[in-house]
C-alpha cells in the first residue's frame, strides 16, 4: 500500500500533538522537545518530495524526529561529556536485605508483560525515568525505548568503554526497580 503526504500545512494540526509528546518522553525538557518538533517539521518539508509513501505519514514523520533527538543527544554529549557519578544510588542495603536478597518480592508484581499495557504503569515509570540524572535517564530511553544497540548507545553518549555502560545501565535498573517497588501497587 502506498501512502501520500497530506498537505504540510495541516501537519501541525494531525501530528503536532503526538511528535511533541514523542519527543518530550526522550529529552524530558518542553521547549527542547518543542524545538525538535519544528525541526522535525521543516526537515520534513524539505524532503516532502523525496517520500516514497512505504510508511504512513504518521510514521515518516516520527522517523524524522527520532534522527532529531539522537542528533540532541550527540550534541549534548559532545558538549557536556560527564563521567558517571558513582553516589547517584543508596547503599545497596536500602534494597536488599541480610541475604542479600531484594526487600521487595517481585512475585507481588504479577504479570510484568501486563503491567506494560496499564497507563497508569507507564505513568509510574515515567516519573521513575524523570527523577534518573538526565544523563542516565537518557542512556535508559536510548537503550529500552529506542531499541539502540549498546555500541550505537556509547558512540551516541561519547561512553568510553562497553564496561561503563553495563555499570550504567545495571544501575540505571536498580534505580527504576526500587522505584517501581516503593511506587507501583498493581
Known sequence: MTHKLSNPE???A???DILYRFGLARVRKSEVA????????LAALKAKDKYTGQSTEQTWLIGILKHKVIDYFRKAS?????EFDENIIAEKDDFFNQQG????NLSSWSKPEEAMEQDQFLVILQQCISHLPPRMAQ???????????SE???ELMSISTMNNFWVMQSRVRVQLRHCLDINWKN
Open 139 to 149: 542512556l535508559f530511553m536510548l537503550s529500552e525505548f529506542d531499541n539502540m544497540t
Open 34 to 41: 518543542e524545538d525538535l518538533v519544528q525541526e522535525t517539521f
Open 152 to 154: 550505537e548507545v556509547c
Open 14 to 16: 494531525l501530528y503536532g
Open 10 to 12: 495541516q501537519w501541525l
Open 78 to 82: 559532545r558538549d557536556n561529556v560527564q
Open 101 to 104: 536478597h531484594w526487600h521487595v
